[in-house]
T-cell receptor, first 112, second 112 residues
Framework: KQEVTQIPAALSVPEGENLVLNCSFTDSAIYNLQWFRQDPGKGLTSLLLIQSSQREQTSGRLNASLDKSSGRSTLYIAASQPGDSATYLCAVINTNAGKSTFGDGTTLTVKP | ETGVTQSPTHLIKTRGQQVTLRCSSQSGHNTVSWYQQALGQGPQFIFQYYREEENGRGNFPPRFSGLQFPNYSSELNVNALELDDSALYLC???????????FGPGTRLTVT
C-alpha cells in the first residue's frame, strides 16, 4: 500500500526566502508525481507533474525534483511571496492502479 | 477550454439521507476521479471512471457509488449518510487514467 508523507506539516518564512518542501513515498513503482496548491476551502491547482522517467520539472519560481530510488520528491520555491501562502500537496500515481495517493500537505505562510 | 466544474458548491444533509454530487469534465477528458478530503488531510481516492467504466476504487464502502455518462460527466452518489461523510468532495478529470489531473472547486458536504 502506497503511503505518502509530507514534512513539515507547516512552515512560516519571511518574504523573499527560498524554501524546500518535502514529499516521501513508500512504493517506488510510480507512474508520475504531481504537486498541487490548495487555497483554503478551494480545489487543487496543479503546479508541476514529473513523469517517473524524469528527474525534475521547472515552472517559473518552482522546481520539483524526483528521486524514485529513495522515494523522495522536493518542491523548491524561489524568492517566496505572500501570495505563495497556501497548502502544498504532492500526489503519486502508481503504475498498477491509476489512483492517486496524496500526502496531507504542507501549509506555507509567507510573511510580508 | 472549459475547466472542471462541480455542483452544488455546498450541501447540508441529515444522517441517513442520500446525496448526489455532479462533475463536468474538462473538454476532451475521458477519465474522472473522485476524492474525499476531510479537514486538514489530503484527498482520499474514492474511485475512478474511464469511458463510463469503473477503473479502480479506494477503500470506501459500497454506499459510495458513481456513474460516468457518454459526455464524460460524472456523478457521485452516497447512500445512508453518516456524520463522518462530512467533507470536501473533489473530482478531477484527465485524459487517461495516468495523465495529469485537473481538479474542480469541490462540493462541501455537511451531514448533521
Amino acid at each position: 500500500k502506497q503511503e505518502v508523507t509530507q514534512i513539515p506539516a507547516a512552515l512560516s518564512v519571511p518574504e523573499g526566502e527560498n524554501l524546500v518542501l518535502n514529499c516521501s513515498f513508500t512504493d517506488s513503482a510510480i507512474y508520475n508525481l504531481q504537486w498541487f496548491r490548495q487555497d483554503p476551502g478551494k480545489g487543487l491547482t496543479s503546479l508541476l507533474l514529473i513523469q517517473s522517467s524524469q528527474r525534475e520539472q521547472t515552472s517559473g519560481r518552482l522546481n520539483a525534483s524526483l528521486d524514485k530510488s529513495s522515494g523522495r520528491s522536493t518542491l523548491y520555491i524561489a524568492a517566496s511571496q505572500p501570495g505563495d501562502s497556501a497548502t502544498y500537496l504532492c500526489a503519486v500515481i502508481n503504475t498498477n492502479a491509476g489512483k492517486s495517493t496524496f500526502g496531507d500537505g504542507t501549509t506555507l505562510t509567507v510573511k510580508p | 477550454e472549459t475547466g472542471v466544474t462541480q455542483s452544488p458548491t455546498h450541501l447540508i444533509k441529515t444522517r441517513g439521507q442520500q446525496v448526489t454530487l455532479r462533475c463536468s469534465s474538462q473538454s476532451g477528458h475521458n477519465t474522472v476521479s473522485w476524492y474525499q478530503q476531510a479537514l486538514g488531510q489530503g484527498p482520499q481516492f474514492i474511485f475512478q471512471y474511464y469511458r463510463e467504466e469503473e477503473n479502480g476504487r479506494g477503500n470506501f464502502p459500497p454506499r459510495f457509488s458513481g456513474l460516468q455518462f457518454p459526455n464524460y460527466s460524472s456523478e457521485l452518489n452516497v447512500n445512508a449518510l453518516e456524520l463522518d461523510d462530512s467533507a470536501l468532495y473533489l473530482c478531477a478529470s484527465s485524459l487517461g487514467s495516468n495523465a495529469p489531473q485537473y481538479f474542480g472547486p469541490g462540493t462541501r458536504l455537511t451531514v448533521t
